[in-house]
């Protein structure tokens, strides 16, 4: 073992060289992922009448795992129908009623979350420490906290009434599948709302698993209904005439468009969107605890991350010592199978992902910015990118205004607060910050002056149901979680 240290450069590097390797630690647990998904339409499996299925491939190597039914606008109509006729019901059901089939829902979860975990990972590619120490708790948490809220509405307003909205319409994305499931059907049901949902293709898996729990929770058929497919099935679902709210959680230029169809509709909105975050740090931060925040913050499920922390504003400073630290930590971040529990950096969900992180990344290298990468091998078969950090960034770079997506941090410097707000706000995004300071009168100041809907100080990526998240500017409108998010699937009266 060998200390490197230079004069230079203040980090000191731990090299242990080919002493000993990591033994593989591969999870083993059974995801039970069935060879067809069928639609799930009023409590029912079914063929789609389009009679078309497309494959799920695993990003881990590039396989295919399943096959997934392809929802048309008649699937889609059928899953409406259902989600209204239930309706009638379910809005009669007592919030106590509703409460314990969230609370069954959560516990089934639990019951099964290595399963689902390991499903996750498979489909999506995370690693499984993510999916099993992250997702599925989480998405677990979400219908435990929403379970509280159900038999509470009447005191969420006090003097107003709370009433259901009818039925709702939801189109998750592939980078949290199960969890954005949870953050959507969750608060829809505690308010008494039925749902129709569409998983984003690539990641389908856990969604059409989730319904085998609906149905052991004995929730009443047409609740909730599942359609699969692409763009065209999320467009006829967004344009139902039944929907009386749509809830999308996607791209900005997705986003854009379903507002614009339905301008006029009296449908209500949300839209959770990208984000291109700043993670600020100061000269005065703890300068150790703040790198892991800035390696979590931008690595954490590969960077495909909505309020991932992309943009790092270090002031000038420190900036070659945190610079210096972050490449030595890049060198330790372990890149490969998301199977096994060693591996910090898994699978890029798709070929197409991986081809709009490599076009970003070139532009990147083209428009001048200084690339660092580690020598890492990466698995032949499957879908990877290295964590890749760039100094040297401008603002008018295209890895520093562009939502990328992917493990690719872009590193600019600033001298005072006010230029680090300056340039923090300097996007058309405004999902989320992280600010690493000492004083807490600068949180404050940080905090009120950037435009993001949620602000952390001195830690990154910390989620809880009871608290709200959302965004501005073309990060979107409307909140989940918290009291905020339910409020968004209910009318006051
Ligand atoms: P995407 O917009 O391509 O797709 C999202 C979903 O919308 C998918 O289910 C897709 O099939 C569907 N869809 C595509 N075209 C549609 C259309 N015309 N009408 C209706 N539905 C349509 O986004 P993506 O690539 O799956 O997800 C990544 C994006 O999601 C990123 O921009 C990320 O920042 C964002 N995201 C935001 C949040 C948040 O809370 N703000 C959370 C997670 C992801």
């Known amino acids: 073992m060998a200390v490197k240290t230079s004069k230079r ?46 494959d799920s491939i695993s990003p881990r190597n590039a396989e295919k795992i399943s096959e997934i039914a392809l929802a048309g606008p008649a699937d889609v109509n059928a899953a409406y129908e259902a989600a209204a006729a239930a309706f009638e019901k379910w809005r009669k059901v007592s919030g106590v009623e ?46 435990f906290y929403h379970a509280g809220w159900a038999d509470k509405l009447d005191y969420a307003t006090p003097g107003r009434t709370l009433m259901p909205l009818g039925v709702v319409g939801q189109v998750i994305p592939w980078n949290f599948p199960l969890l954005m499931l949870a953050w959507k059907i969750a608060p829809a049901l505690a308010c008494g709302n039925t749902v129709v949902l569409k998983p984003a293709e690539t990641t389908s898996i856990t969604c059409m698993k989730f319904a085998s729990i609906l149905e052991d929770a004995g929730l009443p058929p047409g609740v909730v209904n599942f359609v699969t497919g692409a763009s065209e099935t999320g467009h006829a679902l967004v344009n139902h005439p039944l929907a009386k709210k749509i809830s999308f959680t996607g791209s900005t230029a997705v986003g854009k468009d379903i507002q614009r169809s339905l301008a006029g509709s009296g449908k209500c909105l949300t839209l959770e969107l990208g984000g291109k975050a700043a993670n600020i ?56 199978d998301p199977m096994d529990k060693n591996t910090d950096i898994g699978a890029i969900n798709s070929q197409k992902q991986l081809e709009k992180i490599t076009e970003l990344v070139e532009s990147g290298i083209a428009e001048g910015a200084e690339i660092h990468q580690p020598s890492c091998s990466l698995p032949d078969k499957g879908y990877y990118f290295p964590p890749t950090l760039f100094s040297g960034v401008t603002l008018s770079h295209r890895i520093a205004r562009e939502e990328i997506f ?3 941090l872009s590193i600019m410097t600033f001298r005072t607060p006010e230029e680090a707000v300056e340039k923090a706000n300097n996007t058309p995004y405004g999902l989320s910050a992280g600010v690493w300071t000492d004083k807490g009168s600068l949180i404050l100041k940080m905090s009120s002056e950037l435009k993001a809907g949620v602000v952390w100080a001195n830690t990154y990526n910390k989620f809880d149901p009871a608290s709200p998240f959302g965004g501005f500017k073309e990060s979107g409108f409307g909140r989940e979680g918290g009291k905020q998010g339910l409020l968004e699937y209910a009318e006051l009266v």
């Open 9 to 54: 450069n203040p980090a000191r590097e731990l090299l242990f060289g080919n002493l000993w390797e990591y033994d593989p630690a591969p999870e083993t647990a059974t995801p039970n992922i069935e060879s067809r998904y069928r639609l799930f339409i009023n409590g029912k499996h079914t063929d789609p009448k389009t009679k078309k299925y497309f």
């Open 281 to 336: 740090v100061f000269d005065d931060a703890a300068v150790d605890q703040a790198v892991e925040g800035i390696i979590n913050g931008i690595f954490f499920n590969q960077g495909h991350v909505c309020c991932a922390g992309s943009r790092l504003l270090v002031q000038e400073s420190i900036a070659a010592a945190v610079l210096s630290k972050l490449k030595i930590r890049l060198r330790s971040l372990r890149v490969g």
């Open 406 to 408: 992917g493990p690719v």
């Open 98 to 143: 509703r409460g314990k089939y969230l609370y069954r829902i959560a516990r089934l979860l639990q019951d099964r979350a290595r399963e689902f975990a390991v499903a996750e990972t498979l489909d999506g590619g995370k690693p499984i420490v993510e999916s099993r120490d992250f997702d599925v708790p989480m998405a677990a948490a979400h219908f």
